[in-house]
Nanobody, 122 residues
Framework: QVQVVESGGGLVQPGGSLTLSCAASGSIYSINAMSWYRQAQGDQRELVATISSGGNTKYGDFVEGRFTISRDNAKKMVYLQMNSLKPEDTAVYYC????????????????WGQGTLVTVSS
């Protein structure tokens, strides 16, 4: 079994900062890309940022240099540092981990966390 757990969401004022964390655990053989997605109420889920196993990063156009994704391979964790937050950043943020897991066999899979709510409001 594998688990992906996000933390760090909450209420922040416009212009403020927040750091999200995501930890993967369980029977994991290897981890490839780690990503953050978000879904605002009534909207589709969209990619916020992704980081490859080699450290290459990609961001959604709306990020505009405000967010930084990073990872700690030894701890199987990924982080999202968010600065200059705007009310339109309000959403549930989800962590996605592309991994090779060990079950009754070795299999590639995408694992999702349960999400953490970020609310940007004064």
């Amino acid at each position: 079994q594998v688990q992906v757990v996000e933390s760090g969401g909450g209420l922040v004022q416009p212009g403020g900062s927040l750091t999200l964390s995501c930890a993967a655990s369980g029977s994991i053989y290897s981890i490839n890309a780690m990503s953050w997605y978000r879904q605002a109420q009534g909207d589709q889920r969209e990619l916020v940022a992704t980081i490859s196993s080699g450290g290459n990063t990609k961001y959604g156009d709306f990020v505009e240099g405000r967010f930084t994704i990073s990872r700690d391979n030894a701890k199987k964790m990924v982080y999202l540092q968010m600065n200059s937050l705007k009310p339109e950043d309000t959403a549930v943020y989800y962590c996605n981990v592309e991994m090779v897991a060990i079950t009754t066999t070795i299999m590639a899979m995408d694992a999702w966390g349960q999400g953490t709510l970020v609310t940007v409001s004064s």
